[in-house]
């Protein structure tokens, strides 16, 4: 109680925010739904109900998640008997909402044995690195009960892991801002309303466990540059990376910006350099270096080693951002651009991406958004003692952000050499950096001053609240309207 | 500070409620009592319906609102002849008729009596005469458990079939039915009085919490140290509201 009692208010009421929506969305909308929520869920069972590790099918190779025998056949009964198939990314379908229907699928479901608990071959998901799954059996089997009980238990797991992140971002924008808790408080409410994130989060899937290990990645990170690179943190760093990696491929993203806050946190607390040869070298050199390292893995995991390929990587994270410059040709893949990941698929589409904003509605947040980022700059010059005087943290921090979205990009590219029309990224990979996104928003208002900026804060509250409510509306008229 | 966070906090919620909210769950929507078997996601798919060879299926759940039915006809060779519907199971027994006339692609629609409570029923659907018709069905992902069959036989399809509400509803009108629905395929703890707490918390808390903990955070903050006035220099009116 006396620990409950230390943690500031405006945090425990954004959590209790963070709480009611969880459970809202993860209850409100009808199980499997999610995408690849079947599969993911298949993973979980064959390690809790089989004690099987599942790996790629030898006979089968990738099956997709949607094709039956990848799932077992407890999970196959509820997809047909429960109607939660046919209810997936279909507008046209309504979930199976009587009694009356639970009772016919509880009539099939008991003739069941355990055996048909253990049968899903397994899909493509099966690649993804095992460690939110193992610790999701957890949850799974003290639910035990229904296929129901044991898949609305993960999402509530989820939930949990979703408190962890937000708290994660107070205490990163308590690092950045010198624990201003207005600021602080901004940051973890953006995040706490961010409409995607909450129904990405509240499904089963792994991304949840990979942004609240992310989230404690940049923290560590900052606390490295900021308190010096004792070993514990260095060690904290590097266990929470390794575990990201273990959660989602996208979390190797995190090393090279890992890396470089151990580098910038142990060059800051060397002090002066010895005298010798190595204290003859500019400083600027092992960055270099390590920059060219970096750029180097990037482009040889981009283009699967085959240098030849590097003018169309640039040629497509250009394009990706910017109008192509002459002489340049189309990118590789199907056309899909920053607008695309950044706004739409970040802010507006839930489920299956059949729900989605209005086009009035996502032009609104494009405003909004560009308003933020021009916010955002005249915030750093009016700020910039500030800021400079914890450059190691805002250098830190860019550095994550860069290196997580190219290698996003470097990820995109090498598939799309492979399958130019899957443009793989999407603006739910992006939810690994939410707690920057938080800070941003707490920045960008940090422009205004005195009143203004808290008149300007409680709108811009009141605007990310009903944005919220707006999305859960609109995916519970999905279903239920 | 404090005032200023409120105010504009509420002018944008309230604004927001009147505007974008209250329009929203106040239109009125056609409103479907359940859809046993929906239509496809990816393609178009029928069973043939010809004289003596009904098209019946199973495990159709009539829920208690349901006051009209639909199903839709492919007609390639003509207009369809006579059809007549019957649903039946758990006590309730009843058969409409669909005037012939109906042209491709046209929606057969009848009024059916509400069943009293939500009951498991049969349905089958018969041609009273010429021509071969076909009805509208499922043969991907959207297929149901109610695949359609003929003369003993499995056809593996299911018939996109609707029940639907006589009129058109609101989302207010309806949340208490939208919350019992939700405890539908869930876990014995998310009951109706869970849902009804977390919808009230969700509207109407989250909105308070989220600005009380704003406030309360600029108290915590406390008073920041101002440059001393210069009482002698006039200010402007921005200048004493921003400062």
């Given at each position: 109680?006396?620990?409950?009692?230390?943690?500031?208010?405006p945090?425990?009421a954004?959590?209790?925010?963070?709480?009611?929506e969880?459970l809202?969305?993860?209850?409100a909308?009808?199980?499997?739904?999610?995408?690849?929520e079947s599969?993911?869920f298949s993973?979980v069972q064959?390690?809790?109900?089989a004690?099987?590790?599942?790996?790629r099918?030898p006979?089968l190779g990738y099956?997709?998640p949607?094709?039956p025998p990848s799932v077992?056949?407890?999970q196959r009964v509820?997809w047909?008997?429960a109607g939660?198939e046919?209810l997936?990314?279909n507008r046209?379908a309504r979930?199976l909402w009587?009694?009356?229907d639970?009772r016919?699928w509880?009539?099939?479901?008991?003739?069941?044995?355990p055996?048909?608990?253990?049968?899903?071959?397994g899909s493509?998901?099966?690649?993804?690195?095992p460690l939110?799954?193992?610790?999701?059996v957890?949850?799974y089997?003290?639910?035990?009960?229904?296929?129901?009980?044991r898949?609305?238990a993960?999402?509530?797991y989820?939930?949990a892991?979703?408190?962890?992140?937000v708290?994660?971002?107070w205490?990163?924008?308590?690092?950045?801002?010198?624990r201003?808790r207005?600021?602080?408080t901004l940051?973890?409410?953006?995040?706490?309303?961010?409409?995607v994130?909450l129904?990405?989060a509240t499904?089963?899937?792994?991304?949840?466990?990979?942004l609240?290990?992310?989230?404690?990645?940049?923290y560590l990170?900052t606390?490295?540059?900021?308190?010096?690179?004792?070993w514990?943190?260095?060690a904290g760093?590097l266990?929470v990376?390794a575990?990201?990696?273990?959660t989602?491929?996208r979390?190797l993203?995190l090393?090279?910006p890992?890396?470089f806050a151990v580098?910038?946190?142990?060059w800051?607390?060397r002090?002066?350099p010895?005298?010798?040869?190595l204290?003859?070298?500019p400083?600027v050199v092992?960055?270099?270096v390590?920059?060219l390292?970096?750029l180097?893995?990037?482009a040889?995991?981009?283009?699967r080693?085959d240098?030849g390929?590097?003018?169309?990587?640039w040629?497509y994270?250009?394009q990706?951002y910017?109008?192509?410059l002459?002489g340049?040709t189309?990118?590789i893949?199907?056309?899909w651009?920053?607008?695309n990941?950044?706004?739409n698929?970040?802010?507006?589409?839930?489920?299956?991406?059949?729900?989605?904003f209005?086009?009035?509605l996502?032009r609104?947040i494009?405003?909004?958004v560009?308003?933020g980022?021009?916010?955002l700059a005249?915030s750093?010059?009016r700020h910039?003692?500030a800021l400079?005087a914890?450059?190691?943290v805002?250098?830190?921090?860019l550095?994550a952000?860069?290196l997580s979205v190219?290698a996003l990009?470097?990820?995109?590219f090498?598939s799309?050499?492979v399958n130019?029309?899957?443009p793989?990224?999407?603006?739910?990979?992006l939810?690994m950096?939410i707690?920057?996104?938080?800070?941003?928003?707490?920045a960008?208002?940090?422009a205004f001053p005195?009143?203004?900026?808290?008149l300007?804060?409680g709108?811009?509250?009141?605007?990310?609240?009903l944005?919220q409510?707006?999305?859960?509306?609109?995916?519970v008229e999905?279903?239920?309207? | 500070m404090?005032?200023?966070?409120i105010?504009?906090a509420t002018?944008?919620?309230?604004?927001?409620f009147?505007?974008?909210?209250?329009?929203?769950?106040?239109e009125?929507?056609?409103?479907?009592?359940?859809?046993p078997?929906?239509?496809?996601?990816?393609?178009l798919?029928?069973?043939?319906?010809?004289?003596?060879?009904?098209?019946?299926?199973?495990?159709?759940v009539a829920?208690?609102?349901?006051?009209?039915?639909?199903f839709r006809?492919?007609?390639?060779?003509g207009?369809t002849?006579?059809?007549r519907?019957?649903?039946?199971?758990g006590g309730?027994?009843y058969?409409?008729?669909?005037?012939?006339?109906?042209?491709d692609?046209?929606?057969a629609e009848?009024?059916i009596?509400?069943p009293?409570r939500?009951i498991p029923v049969e349905?089958c659907?018969?041609?009273r005469?010429e021509?071969?018709i076909?009805?509208y069905?499922?043969?991907?992902?959207?297929?149901?458990?109610?695949?359609a069959?003929i003369d003993?036989?499995?056809t593996?399809?299911?018939?996109?079939f609707?029940?639907e509400?006589?009129?058109?509803?609101a989302i207010?009108?309806r949340?208490?039915?939208?919350?019992?629905r939700?405890?539908?395929f869930?876990?014995?703890?998310v009951t109706?009085?869970?849902l009804w707490?977390?919808?009230a918390?969700f509207?109407f808390?989250?909105?308070?919490a989220?600005v009380?903990?704003?406030?309360?955070?600029?108290?915590e903050?406390?008073?920041r140290?101002a440059p001393p006035?210069?009482?002698?220099?006039r200010?402007?009116r921005w200048r004493?509201?921003?400062?």
């Amino acid at each position: 109680m006396r620990r409950l009692r230390r943690i500031p208010l405006p945090l425990l009421a954004v959590l209790g925010v963070v709480l009611v929506e969880g459970l809202a969305w993860a209850f409100a909308v009808p199980a499997l739904q999610g995408a690849d929520e079947s599969a993911h869920f298949s993973y979980v069972q064959k390690l809790a109900d089989a004690h099987v590790m599942p790996w790629r099918n030898p006979d089968l190779g990738y099956l997709e998640p949607a094709y039956p025998p990848s799932v077992s056949t407890e999970q196959r009964v509820a997809w047909t008997w429960a109607g939660l198939e046919p209810l997936r990314g279909n507008r046209a379908a309504r979930p199976l909402w009587t009694h009356e229907d639970e009772r016919i699928w509880a009539r099939e479901n008991a003739k069941l044995t355990p055996d048909h608990r253990t049968d899903g071959a397994g899909s493509r998901v099966v690649d993804n690195p095992p460690l939110y799954y193992l610790t999701a059996v957890v949850p799974y089997e003290i639910a035990g009960g229904t296929f129901f009980d044991r898949l609305y238990a993960l999402r509530v797991y989820n939930v949990a892991l979703l408190l962890v992140a937000v708290a994660l971002t107070w205490l990163l924008a308590g690092e950045l801002f010198g624990r201003r808790r207005e600021l602080q408080t901004l940051a973890a409410a953006a995040v706490a309303l961010h409409p995607v994130l909450l129904d990405v989060a509240t499904r089963v899937t792994p991304d949840v466990l990979l942004l609240t290990l992310a989230s404690a990645a940049l923290y560590l990170m900052t606390l490295v540059v900021k308190r010096g690179p004792s070993w514990r943190r260095v060690a904290g760093l590097l266990a929470v990376v390794a575990a990201a990696c273990l959660t989602q491929g996208r979390g190797l993203g995190l090393v090279a910006p890992a890396l470089f806050a151990v580098g910038l946190g142990w060059w800051r607390a060397r002090g002066a350099p010895r005298p010798g040869v190595l204290g003859r070298v500019p400083a600027v050199v092992p960055w270099a270096v390590g920059a060219l390292v970096v750029l180097v893995a990037f482009a040889a995991y981009a283009t699967r080693f085959d240098f030849g390929e590097l003018a169309g990587f640039w040629s497509y994270l250009w394009q990706f951002y910017l109008p192509p410059l002459p002489g340049m040709t189309d990118p590789i893949g199907v056309s899909w651009d920053v607008e695309n990941v950044y706004l739409n698929r970040f802010f507006g589409t839930f489920v299956q991406f059949e729900v989605d904003f209005p086009p009035d509605l996502l032009r609104a947040i494009r405003v909004a958004v560009f308003a933020g980022l021009a916010l955002l700059a005249v915030s750093a010059w009016r700020h910039r003692r500030a800021l400079w005087a914890r450059r190691d943290v805002v250098a830190v921090l860019l550095v994550a952000f860069v290196l997580s979205v190219l290698a996003l990009h470097a990820a995109a590219f090498r598939s799309l050499l492979v399958n130019p029309a899957d443009p793989v990224i999407t603006g739910r990979y992006l939810l690994m950096l939410i707690p920057l996104y938080g800070i941003g928003v707490a920045a960008a208002v940090a422009a205004f001053p005195g009143r203004v900026r808290a008149l300007a804060s409680g709108g811009l509250l009141g605007a990310l609240v009903l944005l919220q409510l707006s999305a859960f509306g609109l995916v519970v008229e999905r279903f239920y309207a | 500070m404090r005032r200023a966070a409120i105010a504009g906090a509420t002018v944008v919620l309230v604004l927001g409620f009147l505007l974008v909210v209250r329009p929203f769950v106040a239109e009125q929507r056609p409103t479907p009592a359940s859809i046993p078997s929906p239509a496809s996601v990816t393609g178009l798919d029928t069973v043939p319906l010809q004289k003596g060879h009904p098209v019946c299926f199973t495990d159709v759940v009539a829920e208690a609102h349901a006051e009209r039915f639909s199903f839709r006809v492919s007609t390639p060779f003509g207009p369809t002849p006579e059809l007549r519907v019957t649903i039946r199971g758990g006590g309730y027994d009843y058969t409409a008729t669909i005037p012939p006339g109906l042209q491709d692609g046209q929606a057969a629609e009848a009024a059916i009596p509400a069943p009293l409570r939500d009951i498991p029923v049969e349905v089958c659907i018969r041609s009273r005469g010429e021509p071969l018709i076909g009805l509208y069905a499922a043969n991907d992902r959207a297929r149901s458990r109610s695949t359609a069959v003929i003369d003993g036989e499995d056809t593996n399809k299911s018939v996109w079939f609707s029940f639907e509400e006589p009129r058109w509803h609101a989302i207010t009108e309806r949340v208490g039915l939208t919350i019992d629905r939700m405890t539908v395929f869930r876990p014995g703890y998310v009951t109706r009085g869970l849902l009804w707490v977390l919808a009230a918390l969700f509207v109407f808390g989250v909105p308070v919490a989220i600005v009380w903990a704003y406030v309360r955070a600029l108290r915590e903050d406390g008073p920041r140290a101002a440059p001393p006035l210069d009482v002698n220099r006039r200010r402007s009116r921005w200048r004493r509201f921003v400062d």
